[in-house]
């Protein structure tokens, strides 16, 4: 078929030799629809090849014969010239080898000026009042507090303070809860750390140092590090399920280690005196604001058992909001108050600086208003169980109180006690920062099973109704 | 450099119609290559000038090829300026077997076919007037109505006569653009370039056999492109 095709091609072509040209030939003789077929691919040959010329345009060879000649002119080197018409690829390669080191210097530019960001995640939170109620602030009231000066008031030679409104009642960039954001100072963390230092309300504070000490914790020494561990005291009226939560999220929980630390046996079983106060009253005495004189309650005795103490590393402050709320979600009727504040509560050694009082019913008046108790076990140290601890750090008042969120089984919030915001230790954009630090999780009883106390809150703006006309 | 232009090589041109495999053109074909081949020789050698002489040389032959296969103007000059390009970065592997045009006509098929099955388009251009191409566009091949043009009034057609020429030129173009490529490169190196078969055997690398039944095979597709055209205008010989 190929041979038969390529005769008929060279015989349309007019190469054919003779003989094949007559064998050809005779065949179309024979079948004119051939012979019509073969002239029709003549004509179609002599078709194309009538198809006229296009000259090439003017520029064509222009641009190829212009490096031709420069090349001649710098260079004789027929390689050198090579390269330059055909288009060598080096100054691609420099080129991209520069635009390499270019982002090159440039990441390590930003690397060298934005290093300090780079180190382990800090977090911020906004600070009041959406957010955690552990951690956040309740909104600053500037009228309320006109006297405290802020880093942005500009004070003048007459004492009128310039730009009050903008120090003191400038709202706080809003920060969505629970973003996180990169440190922009590092003396930004410890000024942020000592924001949510408030008082502790530990029942004894002597023996859980000195379970922490016997634990091999050294909590002294962990407070003096950059990112000082913080101290969540857990009050709970069913403390064996709050435990069992609380080493339940821990186990949990990606990043912390933690541990349980051991029990001081000789004070397990020493009753020790706690203001009998019932859940409510707690609540109340834990939302008012309290001084000196303005809670009175009877002391009944009872036994308290000693407090879990927990260590917990890497503990942030999503994680504190997670274990806040796990711990909201009892199922039974139990009351749990959490509080956090900083552990330097822990590491003070001088328990007996703060005064106490007591009146003459028995009841505990402390300096500060969480309910004291106390266990026989430090009965060497009462007075220091007694008043719990107001070493804050040095921008905290032993006045303030601690945020203490009160929440009943349905993890409602119910109130927010009153706080005392100290301006000068929030961070510029008004935002608490955190770093993941260590944390002391303090798990005590309360007496919201007790008995009706005898205990009467008499506010000090308003006087019993004994004593009204 | 410059004393090669393309008018000269017009003039070198083998007559129109008439395939270079003559006796009468052999000798001034072979005489043709033997300065073609020196000049490459050159050029190889270092003699950059000589390059340049070869564009000059070939460059409107191989513009004509080009677009004849691709259609698109400016897609021909493109690929030529690249086939010369490429010519000189190759030129170490010329050995002087084949002459050196055909050489180059490889080079520049071997991108017009690869430019060809990238754009699976099909091209319709015209040698006249404002028409649609291949792609779509409207475009107005000047220098072939210029040309055109020129040949009518030398040829002393009459407008009727220059008409009925475009249109047919026109079909045929647009038959040849529904070829497949190697039909059409086969048609275009025969018919338009005037290659002789061994020519054509040293750019597609076949056989003499196969290459002259894919000519054949080639003029009965093109016949079957121009059916319609060639029932109404055609007349047998």
Known sequence: MENIEAMLCAYIEGDLDTAGRAQIEKHLQENPQHRKLIQELIAMRDLVRGLPRVKAPLDVGESLRGKVERSILLDDSPEAGRERIGGSRWPQIFAVAAIFLLCASLCLILYRALGPTLRPPVFTENVPPKLSPTFATPPIDSAAQPSIPTKQETVTAGGARLDDRKAVAAPPPMVAPGSLAIEQHPSLVSQAQQQIVTLAQLNNVEAIRRRLQNSGYDIANATANAAPPVLMVVDSTDPPATNAQVTQFLSNSNGISWKRVPADTQANSIPTTLPSVNSDQQMLSTIAPRKAGEISASAVPTTQPASDVYIATGFTSQQADALRQSLAVQQNLAKVQVSLQSAEVLATTQPSAQPQDKDQSGAVRAGAASPPATEPSEAANSSADLAVPTTSPSNSSPGQLSPAVLMDKNSSVLANSPVEVNNSTASPDGSKILQPVDAVIVVQATAASAPAPAISITPATQPSPSTQP | ?237
Do not use: C
């Open chain 2, 1 to 237: 450099m410059s004393s090669l232009s393309g008018a000269q090589y017009e003039a070198e041109l083998p007559p129109k119609g008439v395939p270079p495999s003559g006796d009468a053109a052999g000798a001034a074909g072979d005489r043709s290559r033997d300065r073609e081949v020196a000049l490459f020789l050159k050029a190889r050698g270092g003699d950059r000038s000589a390059y340049g002489q070869i564009v000059v040389l070939y460059q409107d032959r191989l513009f004509n090829a080009l677009l004849r296969m691709v259609g698109e103007p400016e897609e021909a000059r493109e690929l030529t300026q690249e086939t010369f390009t490429r010519g000189l970065e190759k030129i170490e592997s010329f050995r002087g077997e084949s002459s050196p045009y055909t050489w180059l006509f490889r080079i520049g098929m071997n991108l017009a076919i690869s430019s060809l099955r990238r754009s699976q388009r099909v091209r319709v251009f015209s040698l006249d007037g404002a028409s649609r191409g291949g792609n779509g566009m409207v475009h107005r091949d000047d220098q072939a109505s210029a040309l055109v043009d020129r040949v009518a009034s030398a040829k002393g057609e009459q407008p009727a006569q220059a008409a009925e020429r475009r249109e047919r030129n026109q079909m045929v173009l647009d038959a040849l653009s529904r070829l497949d490529g190697e039909h059409r490169a086969v048609l275009i190196m025969r018919d338009v370039e005037g290659f002789d078969y061994q020519q054509m055997a040293d750019v597609l690398a076949l056989p003499l056999g196969t290459l002259k039944s894919r000519l054949f095979r080639a003029r009965l597709a093109l016949r079957d492109e121009l059916a319609p055209y060639l029932s109404d205008k055609v007349k047998p010989k």
